[in-house]
């Protein structure tokens, strides 16, 4: 009697979680397109620009902290034990008046997949771009920016994410 009650329990217990379970997809190939805010801290302008001696050390000249907002799109391929590699690309607008932001980023990664939810780790390292609005607020610096990333699967192809990430170096930004 025992055993039957014992094979009734379990094959319950079959039954309730296949039906509370979700598949775990992770696609090999992903397209990622979005929207991104970043935080750009004061930065020093370079006047290093001619090579005659100067008697008097002028005060270091810098740029306001500022909010970029951004639309990048990034293309990744999964290889092999979990990782994933691919690039970035981003543009967009500055607070300053004709202020502009663009980069261009590889990336590699490791991602597990749960059910119907994706964990990620990254850097991205590349160059990117600050137009401060005129000649002397240019800005170009190689950057590596780790990043931390999840993402809930609407439905097969679509999926809802956020990402966060600090730069590393000289020029300090964190993105949301």
């Known amino acids: 009697m025992r055993y039957?009650?014992?094979?009734?329990?379990?094959?319950?217990?079959v039954i309730v979680s296949s039906g509370c379970t979700r598949r775990v997809y992770d696609?090999?190939?992903r397209l990622t397109v979005g929207a991104t805010t970043r935080h750009h801290a004061a930065t020093p302008?370079?006047?290093?620009?001619?090579?005659?001696?100067?008697?008097?050390?002028?005060?270091p000249k810098t740029l306001a902290a500022q909010e970029a907002k951004l639309v990048g799109i990034g293309f990744t391929m999964a290889s092999g034990y979990g990782t994933y590699a691919g690039g970035e690309v981003e543009t967009g607008v500055l607070e300053g008046e004709s202020s502009t932001?663009?980069?261009?980023?590889?990336?590699?990664?490791?991602?597990?997949?749960?059910p119907?939810?994706?964990l990620a780790v990254e850097l991205a390292a590349g160059q990117?771009?600050?137009?401060?609005?005129?000649?002397?607020?240019?800005v170009s610096s190689l950057i590596a920016e780790p990043r931390v990333r999840a993402d809930v699967w609407l439905g097969q192809?679509?999926?809802?994410?956020?990402?966060g990430g600090v730069t590393v170096g000289d020029e300090q930004a964190w993105m949301v």
């Open 45 to 59: 302008i370079d006047d290093a620009k001619s090579f005659r001696a100067v008697t008097t050390t002028p005060e």
């Open 128 to 138: 990117r771009w600050l137009r401060y609005g005129g000649p002397d607020g240019e």
């Open 116 to 118: 119907g939810v994706n």
């Open 27 to 29: 696609p090999p190939a």
């Open 157 to 163: 192809r679509l999926s809802l994410g956020a990402v």
């Open 101 to 114: 932001a663009a980069g261009v980023y590889g990336l590699f990664g490791f991602r597990r997949a749960f």
């Open 4 to 13: 039957h009650r014992r094979v009734k329990i379990l094959v319950g217990l």
